[in-house]
């Protein structure tokens, strides 16, 4: 499973040391340097300031916009990231005197948008295709910024797997190639493949149905398991091992 903390939300600048792997490496923590940072704050906090140049308030809630490059930890690889996104400043934490006064503390919170190169937020193995892989990394590029098209592109990266899969050139509807998933062979993942399906008709289609973040790190999950069955090399199972060397009678 994807873990949740460190892709959802904002981060602090120790969180922007912690979350992301190298998409050039992929071993390498990209790492955050706040003296990189370019920061500038929005209009609505310069019209807010403005308005009430005294007010504290404002100061302590002003929102940016920000841009800063991350450095791969992997000196081997030496990558640079950029990352272009919000900031705001918020209460963390509070405290309290011997006298009863409670003190709020703040500090600086970094809302990601955009990666260039493009972070990946799971690993997508070796032997997958190409057109799929490309469809699942534009997916990756619009995660942080626009839910809708990150469902869109894993709609189009599983109507390329189930076209690739699919063994009656007569089917034309996805749902249909789905449920036609030669059996037993693809059993383990006929129910995974629509799941995907539904969950990418909500991000193509207009309604009332709101995509999530978690929509989209649970569709990954599911895409993640379909393409270890299909593109991952695996050893052989303890079971088939053991049926192996039973129908031999030895080795």
């Not at 009430?52 to 940016?64: A, K, M, N, R, T």
């Not at 400043?89 to 809302?111: A, C, F, M, R």
């Not at 972070?119 to 190409?130: D, L, S, V």
């Amino acid at each position: 499973m994807i873990d949740r903390s460190i892709y959802k939300g904002s981060f602090d600048k120790n969180q922007m040391n912690n979350n992301w792997r190298c998409p050039r490496c992929n071993a390498g923590i990209l790492h955050f340097k706040e003296e990189k940072v370019i920061e500038e704050v929005n209009a609505d906090t310069i019209e807010w300031e403005k308005v009430d140049p005294d007010s504290f308030h404002w100061q302590v809630h002003s929102s940016f916009v920000y841009t800063t490059l991350l450095f791969c930890s992997n000196e081997e690889c030496n990558e640079k990231v950029i990352c272009s996104g919000s900031s705001f400043i918020d209460i963390y934490d509070s405290k309290q005197d011997s006298e009863g006064n409670v003190e709020n503390l703040y500090q600086k919170y970094y809302k990601p948008l955009f990666f260039h190169p493009i972070i990946n937020i799971f690993n997508i193995p070796q032997n997958t295709p190409e057109e799929v892989k490309e469809n699942i990394i534009k997916s990756f590029s619009t995660f942080f910024s626009d839910y809708e098209s990150s469902a869109n592109s894993l709609r189009v990266a599983l109507e390329c797997i189930i076209n690739e899969l699919n063994e009656n050139p007569e089917l034309s509807k996805l749902h249909k190639k789905i449920e036609k998933l030669a059996t037993p062979k693809y059993d383990n993942i006929r129910d995974k493949c629509m799941a995907l399906k539904w969950l990418g008709n909500d991000g193509s289609h207009c309604g009332d149905k709101k995509i999530t973040d978690t929509d989209i790190l649970n569709g990954y999950d599911i895409l993640s398991f379909v393409l270890k069955e299909l593109y991952e090399e695996k050893n052989e199972t303890l079971t088939e091992i053991v049926k192996k060397i039973n129908t031999k009678k030895g080795v």
